[in-house]
Structures are given as structure tokens and as C-alpha cells.
């Protein structure tokens, strides 16, 4: 029997109006497909400008100039409201946005907004313990929770957002070269604690330019339009 990936992106297209009259719309890339299950970790490599950020937030339902077929579980992403796609199918920009009067008032912005702007509860429903927990497994022991999310570094920032979007539990991780800037050894703990939450059942795909870390259980490149399968040596064709 054949059996349907767990996460499905099929015939995904993303074309740029143009920005002036002198000006002819781009197509960034046309027809790519590409199918993930539980577990796994997909490096999406290649050149910068190539759409590596246009095809994740095209996945995450966040790109208007990109269209395509998506599917979460057997079940096409138009059966989902926006919002419970983007929870299910979430994306961590590379530049986070953190709001909140420090960074465990960020960490639980979801669950503030879930439960309607009731602080108090959403402490309750993710105690510091918790965030502490989360975010000293990725290097942030330095990181008091009581801290302003302005006063952290890009760095910190980026483990931050991580931290924030692993403990909301999507099924797929989105994530836009979440460990740039961070040296090797904080590096690892971010890629450790993404293979901890594939092995629990959630399929990431991370952009990265650094040099493979063994995490990965595919890797894609995408260049000139073209999704190609380093691991297989051949292009995904839809």
C-alpha cells in the first residue's frame, strides 16, 4: 500500500510582482515538491537568494506570492483554519520578534493570546521551570527570566523564539538558520535539542549554512529553481 508522507508540499510555486512599471515579475522557483515524515530532520541548503526562506514560508502559509498544495497527516491545509496551520506547521523566522515585559512573559506569549490576555493562567499552564528547563538545554543558563527580551543578544534572541515555539509543540519545525551566529558549542545544543523533539515525533526542516552536523536524516539544495536530494544524488520532482 502506498502510504502518503506525513508533511506534503506539492507543486509549490512563489513568483515576485514586479516592483516598477521598468520592472518584470520573478519567478523564485516553480513546481517543487517535497514530502517529510515524523522524525525527520531535512537540511534545506544553497545559495543565498536561491527562496530557501520563500519555500518554508510558503509551507507555513505565510508567503502571498506563493501557492501550492500542502498537506499535514492526510489532511490538506485548506481543512485548517490559518491560525491552526501555523500552529501545527510553524515557522521560527531567523530574526525573531520577542514582546513581552521580559523573557518569560515572551516565552508565553501563545498561551497569554490562547487564553485571552490571562497572564496568570498561562503562567500556570507553562511554569518557569519549565522555560528554565528549556532554555538551559540550549546554552541559555545565562538567561534570566526576568530579563528583557530587548537586552539579548541576535544569539539569544534566536534560542529564545526557539525555546518559545518547541514548547508550544508543533508537529513541523520550520526553522530559518536559527543556530546563525552562534558558536560551536552552542551550535550543538540547539541541533541537540532539535534532534530530542524529532525523536518525539516532530519533522523539522532547518536552513543552514554551516557544515553538516549528523542531525540531518536528509538534506535538500535548492539552487536555480531546482530542488535537488543531496542525500539521493537526484532531483524532487513533484
Known amino acids: ?3 502518503r508522507p506525513f508533511f506534503e508540499a ?3 510555486s512563489c513568483v515576485v510582482p514586479a516592483q516598477s512599471p521598468a520592472d518584470d515579475e520573478r519567478t523564485v522557483f516553480d513546481n517543487l515538491s ?3 515524515e515524523r522524525g525527520d530532520i531535512i537540511d534545506l541548503v544553497g545559495p543565498s537568494g536561491s527562496g530557501k526562506s520563500s519555500l518554508l514560508t510558503a509551507c507555513a502559509r505565510l508567503n502571498p506570492h506563493a501557492h501550492g498544495t500542502f498537506v499535514l497527516d492526510g489532511v490538506g491545509s485548506d481543512e485548517f483554519s490559518a491560525q491552526q496551520w501555523r500552529r501545527d506547521v510553524s515557522y521560527l523566522p531567523q530574526k525573531p520578534i520577542l514582546t513581552g515585559k521580559d523573557v518569560a512573559e515572551a516565552i508565553r506569549l501563545p498561551w497569554t493570546l490562547a487564553i485571552r490576555g490571562k497572564e496568570g493562567k498561562a503562567a500556570r499552564l507553562l511554569p518557569d521551570e519549565r522555560i528554565r528547563t528549556t532554555l538551559d538545554a540550549m546554552g541559555c543558563e545565562d538567561i534570566d527570566l526576568t530579563r528583557t527580551p530587548h537586552d539579548l543578544s541576535g544569539g539569544q534572541a534566536a534560542r529564545v523564539a526557539l525555546a518559545r515555539t518547541l514548547l508550544t509543540d508543533p508537529k513541523v519545525l520550520l526553522a530559518d538558520e536559527v543556530d546563525a551566529g552562534l558558536d560551536d558549542d552552542n551550535a550543538s545544543k540547539v541541533a541537540a535539542i532539535m534532534a530530542d523533539a524529532a525523536a518525539h515525533g516532530m519533522a523539522i526542516i532547518r536552513i ?8 540531518a536524516t536528509r538534506t535538500l ?3 536555480a529553481g531546482r530542488l535537488t536530494d543531496l542525500t539521493r544524488d537526484k532531483e524532487v520532482r513533484p
Do not use: I
Not at 543552514?208 to 542531525?215: K, L, N
Open 34 to 36: 517535497f514530502g517529510m
Open 221 to 223: 539544495m535548492l539552487d
Open 208 to 215: 543552514r549554512h554551516r557544515p553538516p552536523d549528523g542531525r
Open 1 to 3: 500500500m502506498n502510504m
Open 10 to 12: 506539492m507543486s509549490v
